[in-house]
């Protein structure tokens, strides 16, 4: 046994010492040879190379230039000689796409457009050397002692030829942008001179609304300001174009520049553009015929418009996008609860693509993959986003944009949706499960169990209850799918157990990122009273307080956003510490003893079935809303709001409040006066409160404003509260003219 065992190790010697060792023990005999004049992206990937090999194995191979002298083993990086004379398929490369090839003796890393020698020097390390990068400091080496070079020809090609995640690591580590093969701003910013919603910026209203506001959109018959614009006019075409011109001549490098709609709805409806619409089948011809205009003004750019809203779906007759346009499609509408094209709810979308496509190969599409109005909320779209990329991909887009929480903002889920995200477009068929499991198992380590069952459990849910997944939506709306009060005690169970496999700091620290989205959905459906363990509340001897844990929960969710360098919880700006304070406010509020509760109201103005949160009666149950207008708040449209509370007896009153809702994005605004009254007999009223409110002029900054009266040492029976609403959508507003709403959640005497 002795001797056929050394037999064996002899054998596997001599197998192993004829082939060609990239290194062995701390040395190589390879060098890194690039191009006699490289570029400054083959200087670098050699650079990584080389130092990346140390890191593995500490040997250090000499980098050379090609013909500096005579190289008996090699490792080619870019545009050598020797690659061109040894690989034969060059030809069969796209885009950014490159070559590794390998005669187990030189190693040819093959790339010549822009980064591609870079992206194949990280190829080979990542797929033959199992090297990882799962964030910008999580750079996974597996040291070796030897490795010897496998026979290799891979042609690797990107499903896209633009790849951009628009999330916080690929826009503050180039390391993590190159190894994942992405771009970034900066990258867009080199090829484009305007990039969406540019209408803005080539007619700026304040510069010419006043003496030309035929040029901007006609709703009910009047011209507003935020709009679109006047696309039938063709003085506005001469402008703008004039106004394009000096962009480009002040960026002539620019490829590809944007002339698109605004983000808003108001597109003209002028008889002319309404007469256009009718004729192109949709708003989005009429966008093209402006479009092909611009383009055939400037034939050597390609002139970007967007696919959005309003334009989202094709003309159908007449027209289609000149062949220097680019249409930016969008899916800012779509629920990701399933793959867009097999969801029963997304076939006008699936229907919209299909026109596209059917009309031009020159599409940007405008994806989104984080919920941007709860940014640290639980997002569980994970299994939609290879079926999309790969339905993107074969419906024939060829640049791909994938709207995270922008360069600044951090989110939930950040680390492992990016790197699949990065992994999915450079390949739509790669194995989400495999990257998922891989990643998981690598970054959190021993925790992986309990981490990826958390993972799982939060998909299924999502899966099995087959309910809509919004992108702005609310951690409420997940109550019945994967954020139920069952769920939440699971998932506590498998922070737990990840703490307790967890046997380093840093693995902690990522277990903790990862819990505090868990945290941040349990404090807000905790605010909702889901359940008797989902509160922030219980009762002691009949009295409700506040639980001390929950407490403690807030205040350590808002320590460790900051130490985690999370700044907003919301796209618009909303920080942990603001979060905070509405998170108290409702804990204030909620905890008094409120004498309306229980009793008796009347309503002299009627609320809508649309926003019906229990009738009347919503405004006198002790229920409080939070920051979401879907959640425990009565809406009003386009009236004033009036009503009456009745004790029952003449009570010693000291103070009365009412709150409202402000969010003009969605058409809320606060009442520009609100009165209290109070009365003995509900005939006779004094008036002891007045106040006026002037709505700022903001579109996406929710608040709740308190209208509140103290001191009042008054005895009544009766309360009245009259609010003056505004009824219509002011001037300065998207939607001028049309009805908006008030929203109240309930009136509070104390």
């Known amino acids: 046994m002795k001797r056929y065992g050394l037999l064996l190790v002899l054998l596997f010697n001599f197998s192993l010492f004829s082939q060609s060792l990239l290194f062995n023990r701390g040395e190589s005999e390879h060098s890194i040879v690039i191009p006699s004049h490289p570029s400054d992206i083959e200087q670098h990937a050699a650079q990584e190379m080389q130092r990346l090999l140390i890191a593995i194995s500490g040997a250090e191979l000499p980098i050379l230039r090609e013909g500096e002298q005579t190289v008996e083993k090699g490792i080619y990086i870019g545009n050598t000689e020797y690659a061109a004379q040894t690989i034969k398929n060059q030809d069969q490369i796209r885009d950014d796409g490159f070559i590794k090839y390998c005669d187990r003796e030189?190693?040819?890393?093959?790339?010549?457009?822009?980064?591609?020698?870079?992206?194949?020097?990280?190829?080979?390390?990542?797929?033959?050397?199992?090297?990882?990068?799962?964030?910008?400091?999580?750079?996974?080496?597996?040291?070796?002692?030897?490795y010897v070079l496998p026979q290799l020809n891979q042609l690797k090609n990107p499903s896209f030829k633009y790849r951009e995640v628009l999330y916080y690591y690929p826009n503050h580590s180039d390391f993590y942008l190159d190894w994942h093969r992405l771009h970034n701003r900066e990258d867009l910013y080199k090829e484009w001179g305007m990039f969406v919603h540019t209408f803005q910026y080539l007619i700026p209203v304040e510069q010419y609304f006043e003496t030309h506001p035929e040029w901007f959109s006609e709703i009910h018959g009047r011209r507003i300001k935020d709009g679109q614009l006047c696309l039938s006019n063709l003085e506005l075409l001469e402008q703008l174009c004039k106004n394009l011109q000096v962009m480009m001549d002040e960026k002539p490098d620019a490829l590809y520049w944007s002339v698109s709609n605004n983000d808003n709805m108001n597109n003209c409806t002028c008889s002319q553009c309404r007469r256009l619409d009718s004729l192109y089948g949709a708003p989005s011809g009429t966008l093209l015929y402006f479009i092909n205009q611009v383009a055939a003004r400037f034939p050597d750019k390609i002139i970007s418009t967007l696919a959005y809203q309003y334009t989202r779906k094709p003309p159908y007759r007449l027209i289609q996008p000149s062949d220097n346009v680019n249409i930016m499609f969008c899916s800012i509408e779509c629920g990701r609860e399933r793959g867009i094209e097999l969801n029963p709810r997304e076939q006008s979308f699936v229907s919209d693509m299909t026109g596209w496509k059917n009309l031009t190969d020159n599409i940007f599409l405008w994806d989104y993959v984080v919920q941007f109005r709860n940014m640290m909320n639980p997002f569980p779209n994970l299994h939609v986003l290879q079926p999309n990329l790969e339905w993107f991909s074969r419906s024939g887009v060829k640049m791909m944009f994938e709207q995270g929480t922008g360069p600044n903002n951090k989110t939930s889920w950040m680390e492992l949706r990016t790197y699949l995200i990065a992994k999915l477009m450079w390949n739509v068929h790669s194995s989400p499960e495999e990257i998922m499991n891989e990643f998981i198992e690598g970054y959190y380590e021993r925790a992986y169990p309990p981490i990826y069952s958390y993972f799982k459990k939060n998909t299924q849910a999502v899966i099995d209850g087959d309910q809509r997944l919004d992108i702005y939506g609310y951690p409420i709306d997940g109550v019945n799918t994967y954020l139920t009060p069952e769920l939440i005690k699971e998932y506590d169970s498998l922070f737990v157990q990840a703490y307790q496999l967890a046997h380093r700091q840093d693995v902690k620290e990522r277990i903790r990122y990862l819990e505090l989205s868990h945290d941040f959905a349990k404090i807000e459906l905790s605010m909702s009273e889901v359940s008797e363990e989902l509160s922030l509340f219980h009762f002691e001897n009949g009295v409700k307080k506040v639980k001390p844990e929950m407490i403690d929960l807030i205040n350590r969710f808002v320590a460790d956003c900051e130490k985690m360098g999370i700044k907003n919880l919301e796209e618009n700006g909303y920080t942990p510490e603001q979060w905070r304070e509405n998170v108290f406010h409702f804990i204030e509020k909620s905890s008094v003893n409120n004498l309306a509760v229980g009793k008796k109201i009347k309503l002299k103005t009627k609320f809508s079935d649309a926003y019906n949160r229990g009738g009347a009666e919503a405004l006198i149950d002790g229920v409080f809303g939070i920051l979401n207008y879907h959640q425990n708040w009565l809406g009003f449209l386009g009236q004033d709001f009036e009503a009456v509370v009745d004790l029952e007896e003449i009570t010693p009153i000291e103070q009365i409040s009412i709150d409202f809702y402000f969010y003009p994005l969605s058409w809320i605004f606060v009442p520009e006066e609100v009165t209290f009254y109070v009365s003995k007999n509900g005939r006779r009223w004094e008036k002891i409160f007045s106040e006026t409110y002037q709505n700022p002029e903001v579109l996406a900054k929710a608040h709740i404003q308190k209208f509140v009266k103290t001191d009042l040492a008054k005895e009544a029976r009766y309360i009245k509260i009259k609010a003056k609403a505004i009824k219509k959508n002011p001037e300065w507003h998207r939607g001028f003219g049309e009805p908006c709403w008030i929203f109240t959640d309930e009136i509070v005497i104390q």
């Open 106 to 146: 030189n190693l040819i890393l093959y790339g010549t457009y822009k980064k591609a020698a870079l992206y194949a020097v990280y190829d080979f390390l990542e797929e033959q050397l199992g090297t990882r990068l799962y964030t910008p400091d999580a750079l996974d080496v597996v040291q070796q002692g030897f």
